[in-house]
Nanobody
């Protein structure tokens, strides 16, 4: 029922910026948390940043100070502002959403992929040196 669609990916030079957007639709109730994940070739999907119902955010150590997650509830959209991009940021980026119900485990493990029920198809980010 819930559908997520990412946009904003592309190719940029090292040090450049991109803003990813995730448009959510089909909710009966708002998702408890939403997050951004990325997957490198041959690797498991890893959490990048996430925001939960109370507006609190968390970011992976690898992107702290460079990436910022934000949300616009009126537009049912979550953003990932990516600055100071590095070649090692090159990956497929996915938007994800949890169920609407309160879950303390999810709240404190929001960068873990298994906490999320819904996923977008992904958008490619490529950073060249």
């Amino acid at each position: 029922q819930v559908q997520l669609v990412e946009s904003g990916g592309g190719s940029v030079q090292s040090g450049g910026s991109l803003r990813l957007s995730c448009l959510a639709s089909g909710y009966t109730y708002r998702s408890y948390c939403m997050g951004w994940f990325r997957q490198f070739p041959g690797k498991e999907r890893e959490g990048v940043a996430a925001v939960c119902y109370d507006g609190s955010t968390r970011a992976a150590d690898s992107v702290k100070g460079r990436f910022t997650i934000s949300q616009d509830n009126a537009k049912s959209t979550v953003y990932l502002q990516m600055n100071s991009l590095k070649p090692e940021d090159t990956a497929m980026y996915y938007c994800a959403a949890t169920d609407a119900s309160y879950n303390v485990r999810t709240y404190y493990n929001r960068l873990v992929s298994r906490a999320y029920k819904y996923w977008g198809p992904g958008t490619q980010v490529t950073v060249s040196s």
